[in-house]
């Protein structure tokens, strides 16, 4: 047995002053009576000649007595300790990316994760030093090397839930390090709905996954016709059972299509609508079926710029490239095979250089190279021959981050200060994007025809998501976003100042050329400037955060197990009905007589 704090035991000088009270000689009054039948008991009490009566068995002392004793146990806070190692350092990680928000028992996962944190907290050793790590997409030091249980619960409860989404894998190198500067041993305990291998660290996964019903809306989209406006919606089941329910399309406020669904496990389905006109400038979709996830059940899309966008692709053959440029949303695709056909007049908002690289430089517009020599926005260097490429985790969609392809020759991309790469090999850029001027640039430094890429579903997934970040859709660039995507603000006034509001109404101002931080929240947001205003949406990361398919996956020192955890049983509330009881048994003696 332990006991979590030590100084109640200072409430021992009590006792003695409860024996005190019992051996004080009392002060008696002289009364006339009328009997000698007390003078034997009169005798007694009388005597003493010192102040202290002489100590007698009194079972009233005894019983409160051990309250007492009773009453300090409780509040030292003892405990039982079973099985497992103590250690003199914890590090207790607990994961609040997007999926923790799933419903877990009359909860969410990440209050069942508090919970749990904070009653481990209460059963270790007062002296355990204790480091507390949160990660939604990225991991952050709450408390570090903190021992007063109130502080480390209070970093426990501050942990917020969040929408983004991430691996808690990508945490392993922090904790390591953080272990590394431990000189004592130590554990790691992470609580995680996501499957991950602590590897060679010492601790235990507490596995929070849980099964249940979920569909969840992932996206929805348009495109303007001749005489309608076309509207696709893609709706998965991502839960462990069927799943049947209603689909629901609103023009603002305003119900204009429902379709039934009827979804297998890990089915998804694309809905087509044929809307003849919208009156507003926000479409939400809604699914009618409660599940273990609220936030994925609505999906909000902001139509944005109506206009229609016309870009120009300069190649002399590449239909691979023809074709995914024209899924681009609301644009249209013109093509020509020599750049002696460009004019200084032309007014296109993307231009596609595709093996050519202009000496003179459109005007406006912005610009997608494919296998350019070196110009005025970035110098290409002498690439390599025979090698793969990968995408660059968090630089592009989650659709995109596994993709790899075959390149038989590439060159490399001196990425300038305004870019960032997407698509590497090995250490080598092949691929960036980036901002100057307010001006949308984009290179892949390598033939098309000289690899396996435009073969791959990837292809047209790449060039429309480039599609969109380089056609300027006014301030934000695009008109919605899946939270944790950069969002940065632009205007044509680069001192100006804009008004963001939240969709609860909140406002803050942002200058041109900043990006969106913080706590975010989904929904439409309205940025306001002296001479525009534009909406953006933010909805939740359904395709990596949804899933409910699988139960609790984790692993318990390097074994895949249930959620166990080793810990106290807290003795307190025992030791408190033990010190009730003998109370309400000194009362009961009390009122007999005794």
């Known amino acids: 047995m332990g006991f979590t704090a030590l100084w109640p035991l200072f409430l021992l000088i009590t006792i003695p002053l409860l024996i005190l009270l019992y051996i004080l000689k009392r002060k008696y009054r002289e009364e006339v009576f009328s009997s000698t039948l007390l003078w034997s008991e009169v005798y007694k009490n009388t005597r003493a000649n010192t102040p202290w009566e002489k100590f007698r068995k009194n079972i009233m002392l005894l019983l409160q007595i ?7 146990f409780s509040l030292m806070k ?82 917020e839930k969040s929408y983004y989404q991430g691996d808690i894998s990508d945490s392993i190198n922090f904790i390591k390090a953080i272990g590394q500067s431990i000189e004592e041993d130590y554990e790691v305990i992470l609580f995680t709905d996501k499957e991950i291998s602590l590897g060679d660290l010492n601790g235990t996964v507490v596995a929070l996954g849980n099964t249940g019903l979920n569909g969840s809306i992932d996206n929805i989209s348009h495109k303007y016709l001749e005489d309608k406006i076309k509207v696709i919606a893609t709706v998965t089941n991502r839960g462990s059972e069927a799943y049947e329910g209603d689909f629901s399309l609103y023009d603002g406020d305003k119900l204009i299509a429902v379709e039934t669904l009827n979804l297998n496990v890990g089915e998804n389905k694309t809905l087509t609508f044929d809307i003849p006109a919208i009156d507003n400038e926000v479409l939400k979709g809604e699914l009618s079926r409660h599940d273990l996830l609220e936030e994925d059940n609505i999906y909000y899309h902001v139509l944005g710029n109506k206009k229609l966008n016309k870009i120009l692709l300069v190649t002399e053959q590449n239909l691979f490239l023809e074709r995914a440029l024209s899924n681009i949303r609301n644009s249209e695709v013109y093509k020509t095979n020599s750049l002696s056909n460009l004019s200084s007049s032309d007014n296109y908002d993307l231009y596609v250089f595709d093996n050519v690289t202009p000496t003179t430089m459109p005007s406006s517009g912005s610009i997608l190279f494919i296998n350019p020599s070196s110009n005025e926005y970035f110098k290409v260097l002498e690439g390599g021959q025979g090698s793969e490429a990968k995408a660059v985790r968090g630089e592009v969609s989650n659709y995109l981050e596994a993709v790899t392809f075959t390149l038989a020759k590439y060159n490399e991309i001196d990425v300038p200060y305004y870019g960032r790469s997407f698509i590497n090999v090995d250490e080598v850029s092949i691929g960036f994007k980036g901002t100057i001027n307010n001006r949308n640039i984009a290179a892949l430094s390598f033939d098309l025809h000289n690899s396996d890429f435009v073969l791959k579903k990837e292809f047209p997934i790449l060039i429309y998501e480039l599609g969109e970040n380089l056609i300027s859709n006014g301030m934000t660039g695009k008109s919605n976003y899946k939270y ?111």
């Open 78 to 159: 003892p405990f039982l300790n079973f099985g497992g190692k103590s250690y003199k350092n914890i590090i207790l990680v607990i994961d609040n990316t997007a999926s923790m928000n799933i419903t877990y028992g009359n909860s969410t996962r990440l209050e069942e994760a508090k919970r749990l944190a904070k009653e481990l907290i209460n059963s270790i050793k007062e002296e355990t030093n204790t480091f507390i790590i949160s990660y939604d997409n990225s991991p952050k030091i709450l408390q570090k090397e903190e021992i007063n249980k109130d502080k480390i619960i209070k970093s426990i409860e501050s942990i």
């Open 66 to 72: 051990l309250a007492i004793l009773a009453l300090i």
């Open 484 to 594: 944790g995507e950069k969002i940065i603000v632009n205007n044509n006034n680069l001192n100006s100042e804009m008004t963001v509001i939240t969709p609860n109404k909140e406002t803050f101002e942002i200058k041109s050329g900043e990006e969106i931080k913080g706590k975010m929240q989904l929904g439409v947001y309205k940025i306001e400037s002296e001479k525009e205003k534009e909406l953006f949406s933010i909805n939740y990361p359904s395709e990596s955060e949804s899933d409910t398919s699988k139960g609790s996956i984790g692993e318990m020192n390097n074994k895949i197990k249930e959620i166990e955890l080793k810990k106290g049983f807290n003795l307190s509330p025992i030791f408190i009905l033990m010190a009730i009881g003998i109370v309400a048994l000194e009362w009961s003696m009390y009122k007999k007589g005794n």
